[in-house]
T-cell receptor
Framework: EAQVTQNPRYLITVTGKKLTVTCSQNMNHEYMSWYRQDPGLGLRQIYYSMNVEVTDKGDVPEGYKVSRKEKRNFPLILESPSPNQTSLYFC??????????????FGEGSRLTVL | GESVGLHLPTLSVQEGDNSIINCAYSNSASDYFIWYKQESGKGPQFIIDIRSNMDKRQGQRVTVLLNKTVKHLSLQIAATQPGDSAVYFCAENNQAGTALIFGKGTTLSVSS
């Protein structure tokens, strides 16, 4: 089954404790991206990757890091989480390296709470 | 700047009615628009898309209309069902084509 898989789905952590949210897709997609969803603000892009070893900042990259060592995986790293990073995070992927080429497939989301 | 908005945050309809969800966008250079459906506890799910060289596109029970003159996008759902209850987002590509810019969403509630 074609899917984007995120882990963990739910996490409560404390300020400053490094964490990684993993994302994996099994569709051989070139493009992957991370969004965060907050009430009243909608979905905002954090980082994206056009292909392996090619990553770039989205609209809200502060406090986050990403890597794209393999085509299928695109982890989101919070080196020192803060309460303002409490949010619902979505990983997404698209077949080609340009979103206009096709639809974006989303994972089920990871709800993160930073105390 | 680029922004995509929706006219109404909520819409309530009766089962069997037709639903119309509206969206206004600000970037006249956008050439690709998508509607997504997000059910509670799930990620956004693609419904239908349209390119700027079209003004109408139909899918199964859904129709998207694009009016570039007034920068308006709408999603029409025919014979709305309780399973259509969700948050609906319109989105447009950013100028670089590296992201989708999402609107704030309209919550559709369908009562039977």
């Amino acid at each position: 089954e074609a899917q984007v898989t995120q882990n963990p789905r739910y996490l409560i952590t404390v300020t400053g404790k490094k964490l990684t949210v993993t994302c994996s897709q099994n569709m051989n997609h070139e493009y992957m991206s991370w969004y965060r969803q907050d009430p009243g603000l909608g979905l905002r892009q954090i980082y994206y990757s056009m292909n392996v070893e090619v990553t770039d900042k989205g609209d809200v990259p502060e406090g986050y890091k990403v890597s794209r060592k393999e085509k299928r995986n695109f982890p989101l790293i919070l080196e020192s989480p803060s309460p303002n990073q409490t949010s619902l995070y979505f990983c997404a992927s698209s077949l080609r390296g340009h979103v206009v080429s096709g639809e974006l497939f989303f994972g089920e989301g990871s709800r993160l709470t930073v105390l | 700047g680029e922004s995509v908005g929706l006219h109404l945050p909520t819409l309530s309809v009766q089962e069997g009615d037709n639903s119309i969800i509206n969206c206004a966008y600000s970037n006249s250079a956008s050439d690709y628009f998508i509607w997504y459906k997000q059910e509670s506890g799930k990620g956004p799910q693609f419904i239908i898309d349209i390119r700027s060289n079209m003004d109408k596109r139909q899918g199964q029970r859904v129709t998207v209309l694009l009016n570039k003159t007034v920068k308006h996008l709408s999603l029409q759902i025919a014979a709305t069902q309780p399973g259509d209850s969700a948050v609906y987002f319109c989105a447009e590509n950013n100028q670089a084509g590296t992201a989708l810019i999402f609107g704030k969403g309209t919550t559709l509630s369908v009562s039977s």
